[in-house]
């Protein structure tokens, strides 16, 4: 079966350092990758989705960038964090087949200060 | 664009009790496929139901049914025989693709309280 694992759980970064999210879908090949974010009491915005290796697609302009190294793996990055980029962070993954579930994974704390 | 719309912020209802949650949405889509979500104190989003546009019936899952209602744009949620675990925030979610993948507009969410 299909699994999805994101890391770290949860973490602190002073506003300016730089950011690393990792996420790694295991059990497919070839799977469509999203980053969703999740403000405070607010429901889930796509920031950004992958079809492929190195084909990365942005919904929303901002200090994030998002890369995709291998078929399986989805990183989330920042050079400088903002106050603003605090949230939740979702990693999910599909077939690459339009209409297919998608399906995330535990997710990340993010709190800049 | 596609918005969602759930106009309940907040339920509360008695265990084993049916409670509906209300979603609607605009589109001028043909084809797309709705589902709802469920969000448990753990943050991890946890598909409860779905349900192709092109498909009349509605969708169960044991516990759990929708109410379609194409032309009117509407998708609630219902919840049978409602249990403690039910509790949890619910977001209704509309799915088309784009550019071979695929984007869920998400509501603001329900948040269920289950009362023992």
């Known amino acids: 079966s299909q699994t999805i694992h994101q890391w770290p759980a949860t973490l602190v970064q002073p506003v300016g350092s730089p950011l690393s999210l990792e996420c790694t879908v295991e059990?497919?090949?070839?799977?469509?990758l999203y980053w969703y974010r999740q403000a405070a009491g607010r429901g889930l915005q796509l920031l950004f989705y992958s079809v492929g290796i190195g084909q990365i697609s942005s919904e929303v302009p901002q200090n994030l960038s998002a890369s995709r190294p291998q078929d399986r793996q989805f990183i989330l990055s920042s050079k400088k964090l903002l106050l603003s980029d605090s949230g939740f962070y979702l990693c999910?993954?599909?077939?690459?087949?339009?209409?297919?579930?998608?399906?995330f994974g535990e997710g990340s704390w993010l709190t800049v200060v | 664009a596609q918005t969602v719309t759930q106009s309940q912020p907040e339920m509360s209802v008695q265990e084993a009790e049916t409670v509906t949650l209300s979603c609607t949405y605009d589109t001028s889509e043909n084809n797309y496929y709705l589902f709802w979500y469920k969000q448990p104190p753990s943050r991890q989003m946890i598909l409860v139901i779905r349900q192709e546009a092109y498909k009349q019936q509605n969708a169960t899952e044991n516990r759990f049914s929708v109410n379609f209602q194409k032309a009117a744009k509407s998708f609630s949620l219902k919840i049978s025989d409602s249990q403690l675990g039910d509790t949890a925030m619910y977001f209704c979610?509309?799915?088309?693709?784009?550019?071979?993948?695929?984007?869920?507009?998400f509501g603001q969410g329900t948040r269920l309280t289950i009362n023992p």
């Open positions: 979610a509309f799915s088309s693709g784009i550019q071979g993948a695929q984007k869920l507009v």
């Open positions: 999910a993954w599909n077939p690459g087949t339009v209409g297919n579930t998608i399906y």
């Open positions: 059990g497919t090949s070839n799977p469509n």
